[in-house]
């Protein structure tokens, strides 16, 4: 019986959208190889149960298994870059208004 988790209840549904979308993914890329369930989570070193739960999309599957999953189908490195600095447009935005509101105040 899967662990339940207080956290997963407030997983906001565009996030829980995108973990069942990257489960599917996962699951689509597993067969597209030809793997057994059975195979990936003996290369993964889980339980069936727990590649199935991670292939519907289950938020409460460990990062790590996801991550795993991610590495098996050779994508690692889009996993790195996910939360790139760069790409974080909301940081990004805030730090132009600083900038922004100090220029403001040095302008005679």
Do not use: C
């Amino acid at each position: 019986m899967p662990k339940s988790s207080d956290h997963n209840d407030f997983l906001p549904p565009p996030a829980a959208q995108a973990v069942v979308a990257l489960g599917q993914s996962l699951a689509l890329a597993r067969q597209r190889r030809k793997e057994s369930l059975r195979s990936w989570a003996q290369r993964m070193g889980v339980a069936v149960r727990t590649v199935q739960r991670m292939e519907k999309g289950d938020p409460g599957v460990g990062m790590g298994v996801y991550a795993l999953a991610i590495w098996l189908v050779g994508r690692s490195q889009a996993l790195a870059d996910v939360a790139l600095p760069e790409f974080d447009m909301v940081a990004l935005d805030a730090e132009v208004q600083v900038a922004q509101k100090r220029g403001r105040r040095a302008a005679p």
